[in-house]
């Protein structure tokens, strides 16, 4: 699945500017940034729900806004959870059984019975978590080779949730398929995601390889006696100040901050293990996080 | 071919308000024709005892009784409900997830809007055939038989299904511009009137304001004649019985297209087309304006035509401003999802 320089306004305000990337069958994508970003704007532009301005989505070589029949190999799943709301289960999934051909009915039944969810007359009466939790089924039961989760985890209790994780992984793994997520719980992500795509004013900020992003960058604790020199503070991403403490991220190949923070002489340089979130305030909202 | 996915789910949505729709069809004609034939029969026997068949001539050479049975009010219970349809086929998608989860589907956004108009259009077409035969069949097995003769499916059933099909499609066009299901339902009850109610409003204001104008007789003529509800209650187009049948097409396939291109981050606005405000605006204060004026001047005595024509500028003021705010306030609402 390929996003070919996607731009979109809403209300006169650009949401989305120049947004290319390429989804790699058998991964998991993660989309973070900040509130209003446009992460959500992004997955609804991607199954042409808003139609962009510029740009293109291809699934499998075909433009879904020239053959919307494309969008058969990608489903959407919502984070908000009101359509059908009236329907009976066994309704939705025949219409979903006439749209999808791939639609596994066996499969649907497998999940329901894994994750405990009874079938009911109206979609309505299944609380919030559940009601996502349905969603999600019916998402992967699709057999869609690309599955894009709005706040997948939203309303699920934590159980539901690892169990969903776990589930997500094992789907990727057995059946081939990607799933793109769009979410602000990064230590979800964490554990799940091969590649994290940084929205940032609309634009790609950065996109990274979970593993190696770990590899380029580190997260140093650096105590002074006083304060940190202006020098240093001009080189480094601080993401966390408490009194003489600094908490900073700094580019593994950056031997000349490394220098400057050796010369500057600190009463101690500490390594700690660094999460996804730390990059995200890094290089999102590092600037004003730290004070 | 539309897929079956779409209409079956099209249907079941509108199911309960077609139940509705044959209930009002059953009682307006072959329940109506029952009462009808009664009637006719009692009239009948009366004229015979006073050795008289005036009537029954009438009834013989004229087509009276289905002209009595097709003008029956039952037509403002359908014609609201012809309204409706077209709300709860589009409007309440908009004003849930639904749309989106729907556009998101492998379908062209025209065979959504294709597959929601022929259930629509099929829906009403089966019903109104289905009563109106039954209604024939209730004659023809009547005493008041020779009635039969004089209908003709053209002359008598052509109107009122291209008008109600064309009240179906001017509801199906609101929806594919506006962005809410009340707000379609209540601009297609009101463009339904329109041509006759603007044509008042102005008419009002040439009066008072005594400004020249000829050939009102074949505006009046033309304005009721794209009246869609009046050609329902008068049944008679004197030759202009195709404009319901070409206003069905011209909406149907300016639906479509609006349908297509209509941008859905507007879902729960007023209009779902930005551009179409710089005619909304300014359209709803001249209506209200006029409005205002017709009934200020109302409590001015005929006679004084200068302080009816002073009071009618102090209520189109009124009225307009009024409607100016409240619309661009309207305008500005967003009435869709919780989100």
Redesign the interface.
């Known amino acids: 699945m390929e996003v070919r320089n996607i731009s979109k306004s809403i209300q006169e305000t650009e949401v989305l500017c120049d947004v290319s990337f390429s989804i790699a069958p058998g991964t998991i994508t993660g989309i973070v940034g900040r509130n209003g970003v446009g992460k959500t704007s992004l997955l609804k532009t991607m199954v042409d729900i808003f139609r962009p301005d510029e740009g293109e989505v291809r699934v499998k070589g075909e433009s879904i806004q020239i053959n919307p029949s494309a969008k058969q190999h990608v489903i959407f799943v919502s984070d908000v959870t009101e359509a059908f709301k009236n329907e009976s289960v066994d309704h939705i999934v025949s219409f979903y059984r006439e749209v999808y051909p791939s639609f596994d009915h066996a499969y649907f039944e497998e999940l329901m019975a894994r994750f405990d969810l009874e079938k009911i007359q109206q979609v309505k009466k299944y609380s919030k978590g559940r009601k996502a939790l349905f969603a999600l089924i019916l998402a992967f039961a699709t057999r869609a080779d690309f599955v894009l989760l709005d706040e997948p985890t939203d309303g699920l209790d934590v159980i539901v949730k690892r169990q969903m994780m776990q589930f997500m992984v094992e789907a990727v793994a057995e059946n081939d398929i990607s799933i793109l997520i769009a979410t602000h719980r990064l230590d979800e992500l964490e554990t799940l995601a091969d590649q994290i795509i940084m929205l940032k004013d609309g634009q790609v900020e950065a996109r990274y390889e979970l593993e190696s992003v770990k590899m380029q960058y580190q997260k140093m604790q650096i105590v002074y006696a006083e304060q940190m020199p202006e020098e240093v503070i001009e080189k480094v991403n601080i993401l966390q100040q408490s009194g003489r403490v600094y908490v900073c991220f700094i580019a593994r190949a950056d031997n000349e901050t490394k220098q400057a923070v050796e010369k500057s002489g600190p009463l101690l340089i500490e390594e700690l293990p660094m999460s996804l979130e730390d990059l995200f305030i890094a290089k999102l909202g590092g600037d004003r996080f730290a004070t | 071919m539309l897929?079956?996915?779409l209409w079956?789910?099209d249907f079941?949505q509108t199911k309960g308000l077609f139940i509705y729709l044959g209930l009002v069809f059953i009682f307006w004609f072959p329940i109506q024709a029952l009462l009808r034939i009664d009637g006719a029969l009692e009239t009948l026997r009366e004229e015979q005892a006073r050795g008289e068949d005036h009537h029954l001539q009438f009834l013989q050479t004229s087509s009276y009784f289905w002209e009595q049975l097709l003008s029956s009010s039952s037509w403002l219970l359908a014609l609201l409900l012809l309204a409706v349809i077209p709300g709860v086929l589009i409007g309440s998608e908009r004003n849930?997830?639904?749309h989106?989860?729907m556009?998101?589907?492998?379908?062209?956004?025209q065979t959504l809007f294709i597959s929601k108009f022929v259930v629509g259009a099929v829906g009403i077409s089966l019903l109104f055939f289905f009563a109106i035969g039954l209604a024939y069949i209730f004659v023809a097995q009547s005493e008041l038989s020779f009635v039969t003769e004089q209908f003709s499916l053209l002359e008598h059933l052509w109107l009122p299904w291209t008008t109600m099909l064309a009240i179906f499609a001017l509801g199906m066009l609101m929806g594919s511009l506006v962005g809410e299901m009340l707000s379609q339902i209540v601009l297609t009850l009101i463009f339904l009137i329109f041509p006759s109610g603007f044509w008042l409003l102005v008419r009002q204001f040439i009066e008072i304001n005594n400004i020249p104008l000829g050939g009102e007789q074949w505006q009046a003529e033309f304005v009721g004649n794209v009246t869609l509800p009046l050609i329902l209650l008068d049944g008679n187009m004197n030759g202009w019985f195709i404009i319901p049948a070409v206003m069905t097409i011209v909406f149907a396939v300016v639906g479509t297209y609006s349908y297509a291109s209509a941008?859905?981050?507007h879902n729960g606005e007023l209009l779902l087309f930005k551009k179409l405000n710089v005619i909304f605006l300014p359209g709803v204060v001249v209506c209200f304006a006029l409005l205002g004026g017709m009934i200020a001047a109302s409590i001015a005595p005929h006679s004084q035509q200068e302080f009816q024509v002073i009071l009618y500028w102090i209520g189109a003021v009124l009225l307009g401003s009024g409607a100016y705010f409240s619309t661009r306030r309207l305008l500005q609402m967003n009435r869709g999802?919780?989100?």
């Open positions: 897929p079956k996915a079956k789910k079941k849930s997830e639904t989106h989860v556009t998101g589907l492998p379908f062209k956004r941008k859905d981050e999802r919780k989100k």
